[in-house]
């Protein structure tokens, strides 16, 4: 298993450009989330998807666009890049939602806005 | 309101040391889970220990183990035996009961180790 993976590692954008960042996982999980992790700072949620077809908002979803077509993709899309998007992007899935069913994690993309 | 709190911003322990690092939580959810996680300089976020909020004992794995105090809404990480690569970023994340199964994270807390 290749577990969850993201592309790309790293990415520099002008202001104003768009760009989709991937990810994808091969573990069958239902449950897929994106996360923003700015410097010395936790993680916050962007956006989540409980199943292919269904998403929904997280903490900071401003800027952001998902759709999850299939149970393994779940693509971030960042329209009209801001210097206030510059951060570690980080994908994650879980089996469930329940009990202690960790969410494994993307080894991040690192995204620069200038 | 923050509903994980990180106290420490960065901590030093010798080398086969025992170190504790604090998180406090906030919630009204009676139903509601603790995760740990470590993350090193490479960047990748290592799941280490869980606690759910029904659990009769507090949780090891290894030389992890979680001080859960309820009543105190304190789900502190011990690591025993410290070792070099356990130098890294901590961060404990809480998930609350319902539909959403998000996790809330604190700011984290930065280990040092020294031999």
């Known amino acids: 298993n290749a577990g969850v993976t993201q592309t790309p590692k790293f990415r520099i ?3 104003g450009q768009s760009m989709t960042l991937q990810c994808a996982q091969d573990m069958n999980h239902n449950y897929m989330y994106w996360y923003r992790q700015d410097p010395g700072m936790g993680l916050k949620l962007i956006y989540y998807s409980v199943g292919a077809g269904i998403t929904d908002k997280g903490e900071v979803p ?3 666009n998902v759709s999850r077509s299939t149970t393994e993709d779940f693509p971030l899309r960042l329209e009209l890049a801001a210097p206030s998007q510059t951060s570690v992007y980080f994908c994650a899935s879980s089996y469930s939602g329940q009990g202690g069913h960790e969410q494994y994690f993307g080894p991040g993309t690192r995204l620069t806005v200038t | 309101a923050q509903k994980i709190t990180q106290t420490q911003p960065g901590m030093f322990v010798q080398e086969k040391e025992a170190v504790t690092l604090d998180c406090t939580y906030d ?17 990748e976020m290592i ?3 869980y606690q759910g909020s029904y659990d009769q004992q507090n949780a090891t794995e290894g030389r992890y183990s979680l001080n859960f105090q309820k009543a105190r809404k304190s789900a502190n ?3 025993s035996a410290s070792q070099l690569g356990d130098s890294a970023m901590y961060f404990c994340a809480m998930r609350e009961g319902g539909n959403d199964y ?3 994270f604190g700011a984290g807390t930065t280990v040092t180790v020294r031999a």
Request: proline share 6%; charged share 10%.
């Open chain 2, 27 to 43: 919630t009204s959810d009676p139903s509601y889970g603790l995760f740990w996680y470590k993350q090193p300089s490479s960047g």
């Open chain 2, 102 to 104: 998000k996790l809330s």
């Open chain 1, 62 to 64: 401003n800027g952001y």
């Open chain 2, 77 to 79: 990480l011990v690591i």
């Open chain 2, 47 to 49: 799941f280490l220990i």
């Open chain 1, 13 to 15: 954008l002008k202001i």
